[in-house]
């Protein structure tokens, strides 16, 4: 991938990721989010156990450099298995086409996706390679080289923390609320920093390292 960057000016902007990733009802606040200010001679306040609900949502969401592509949610009780992830790559296909009409024109779009089973099945790759969509190949295991793992799905779930849904319509209203609300230059940002990880796992010839 750093290979493709650097030979090529407009790579990242051609690239579109995704992933699907649970969202729920109740998500309990980090450490950080929930703490207070106190004297140094306040008793120590007492916080309930809270615990992530059990009304969830599965969302899927494909983005580039300029802004969300795609987002759909799951019905319920749908696993992500092959089938489902051919449909959506369907509906992916299609905006693109209404989305990014000066790539659909060029047929220079490409996918990036992790390994998961669903993604990586025959039928998958089959349908990539009869409609002729390139695909991003993802180092196995590296959810650090995935931008949904490492900024999208951190971001939109740290805003829903601590705030109690209680059906999937608000979970889902919301969730899409957040998505819509992310500045375009979070998402350039997002790609500078894609190639930023690149860049430091070649450097450190992938020894692992936490932080910055």
Known sequence: MLDYANSDPEFLNIVTTGDESWVYGYDP?????????????????????HVRSNVKVMLTVFF???GVMHYEY?????????????????????????????????????????????????LIQTFLAKNNIPVVRHAPYSPDMAACDFWLFP???TQ?????FESRNDIIRNTTAKLYSTRKQAFQKCF??????????????RVYFEGD
């Open 29 to 49: 606040e980090t450490k950080a989010q929930s703490s207070q200010w106190q004297h140094s001679a306040s008793p120590k306040p007492k916080k309930a156990r």
């Open 64 to 66: 580039d450099s300029r």
């Open 74 to 122: 799951a019905p319920q009780g749908q696993n992500i298995n092959k089938e489902y992830y051919l449909a959506v790559l369907r509906r992916l296909r299609d905006a693109v086409r209404r989305n990014r009409p000066d790539l659909w024109a060029t047929g220079t779009w490409q996918l990036h996706h992790d390994n998961a089973p669903a993604h990586s099945s025959q």
């Open 155 to 157: 971001h939109l779930k």
């Open 160 to 164: 829903l923390k601590g705030t109690r």
């Open 192 to 205: 500078e920093q894609w190639r930023n990880r690149w860049e430091k796992c070649v450097q450190s010839q």
